[in-house]
């Protein structure tokens, strides 16, 4: 298993396990804590992360396909990872639905952004002949991160209140994108050149 694959894997668990604590209170959190936020508020915002994401990931892929090398897939994969991250610091803040839905605005953009840079890299990066072995490590200790963290959420919301819980959620999932900066030496010149790609290719049907 090489660097990079490792740090992916070390992305993912702190991202998902930090995500993990909020999912299982996201609904409770709104009825209980947004001004005339109810089960619809819910599922409004749920729809619009779902929406955004599944409405994103093509373009965002298709640029990621038309450039060589490895530097779009890990500019995405950091860009994402960093404004998912902040999504939860700002749940904290939140009062309203609106607030609650910029927030899944940008929640919904940042995880099409580091879903298509993260699986890219992982498949570039994975040893032939250990593809399944590879797979199974991420899916077990992502799995195991996420089942702890929903045991933690529980204890923590109940003593020390959802402020507590959702930063430390946003500061593990901040640690996804300081493991991903320790790979800029592995991603050839990332950094040496203008930015890979440009933004109106998102739009283009090339």
Known sequence: MNKI???????????????????????????????????????????????????LVFPFAKIIDKYQGQKDDYLFLVSGNFLAALVPFGYIFAIYPWHIYVLQIAYGVGMAM????????????????????QWAVNEATLGLGTALAGI?????????GYVVAFSVAGSLAMISVIVLLCLRKEIEGVFNRRFPFNIVDIFRGE
């Open 5 to 55: 694959i490792k740090n992916l894997i070390l992305t993912d668990i702190a991202f998902w396990t930090g995500w993990g604590m909020i999912t299982p209170v996201f609904a409770i959190f709104i009825v209980d804590r947004i001004v005339g936020g109810t089960a619809l508020t819910v599922g409004i915002a749920v729809a619009i992360y779902w929406t955004l994401r599944a409405l």
């Open 114 to 133: 580091a879903f298509v840079g993260w699986r890219t890299m992982f498949t570039r990066n994975i040893v032939k002949g250990k593809e399944a072995s």
């Open 152 to 160: 933690f959420t529980g204890f923590a919301i109940t003593q020390w």
